[in-house]
């Protein structure tokens, strides 16, 4: 699995989890919510700026966004 994939799995399953939606998140990450869609279905890949305001967004460590579940 390509790392990007990864991120944008995990991001999606910590997103749902915390029963935000996208356009939730988008907002308190700070991105706008097509962009976040481009990110969890694996055809954007983020800058680590974005995945550390994702990451803080969501209240986990940046790595949670990256590690292989």
């Known amino acids: 699995m390509r790392l990007q994939d990864r991120v944008g799995l995990n ?19 700070e991105v706008h919510q097509t962009y976040l869609s481009g990110v969890e279905s694996g055809k954007r890949n983020p800058s680590l700026l974005v995945i550390e305001r994702i990451a803080k967004a969501l209240r986990v460590d940046p790595e949670e966004l990256v590690r292989r579940r």
């Open 11 to 29: 991001i999606q399953e910590l997103r749902r989890a915390r029963k935000l939606s996208q356009e939730e998140l988008a907002d308190l990450s």
